[in-house]
């Protein structure tokens, strides 16, 4: 017998001349993407998601994967964010543009009213971690419109560059003498 059909789709499968009588005889699938499926179904379902989280404070807490410190899980054949999928069931479909903003500030909390469809650019904004919220530099000089200067991939203080400036002159120049 050199073709059989796949257990899982039914596709025809030919034996190639590589393959033993015996390896022949267990090879029930056409795939890796068959077998797979065939061992481990669409079994990622909301009834699992929901296992996964912790409900008892107001914080819904997800206790399963994390990635980057936001919880992740997989449905409908892709990985998610726990707090998208929360947000999906519960409240619906997030309008194109917009993403998620955690009100609460914890990356691992689920609850939906603890999320708000925002533009990236005011999520950026309420980031607490985002140099666009700071209103001083490190060294305690204010952003203003004089001394604030555009750099690559954000902006820079202008007092503090004339100190560096400064500072790498005096070094130069104190060299060369």
């Known amino acids: 017998m050199n073709s059989k059909p796949c257990k899982n789709c039914g596709n025809t499968m030919l034996k190639t001349p590589k393959l033993s009588k015996k390896m022949w005889e267990r090879k029930n699938y ?95 904004i309420r980031s607490p971690l985002s140099n666009i919220s700071k209103t001083h530099c490190k060294r305690g000089h204010e952003f203003t419109e004089v001394n604030t200067v555009k750099v690559p991939g954000g902006r820079g203080c202008r007092r503090c560059r004339i100190n560096t400036s400064r500072r790498w002159n005096a070094r130069q120049t104190a060299s060369v003498a």
């Open 30 to 124: 056409c795939s890796r993407s068959c077998n797979g499926k065939a061992h481990w179904p669409e079994t990622n379902t909301e009834e699992m998601f929901w296992a996964l989280v912790n409900k008892s404070g107001s914080c819904w807490r997800w206790e399963g994967g994390v990635k980057r410190g936001y919880g992740q899980y997989r449905l409908w054949g892709r990985s998610w964010g726990a707090y998208q999928i929360s947000y999906k069931l519960l409240k619906g479909e997030v309008s194109e543009g917009f993403e998620l903003d955690h009100l609460c500030r914890n990356r691992l909390c689920v609850n939906p009213e603890h999320l708000e469809p925002v533009t990236p650019l005011e999520n950026k």
